[in-house]
């Protein structure tokens, strides 16, 4: 599962700094970060899952895993790159 993301990583990250611009990556919580990376990858590659349910997903993982304000930060940025996506 990690060969495609990876493969892909620096696409993901671009989209990362472009909805998250006051974060850096290399400042993005870890457990963030891949979590970020992981939905987006779904989102944008792999496209086997509706949307809804990555976004779900990944907020799920983000309370479980995350700081308090994680789930709010990921939301954020996916919901971002959803918009993108559809209008883009």
Known sequence: ???PIIAHLKE???MIEQYAPRYPTDK???IDLAILRLSI???M???KNPVKVVIDEAIILSK???T???YAFINGVLGAVLKNKITG
């Open 28 to 30: 993005i919580a870890k």
């Open 45 to 47: 590659f792999e496209k």
């Open 68 to 70: 308090e304000k994680s």
């Open 64 to 66: 479980e895993f995350g």
């Open 12 to 14: 993901i990250d671009k």
């Open 1 to 3: 599962m990690l060969d």
């Open 41 to 43: 990858y779904e989102i």
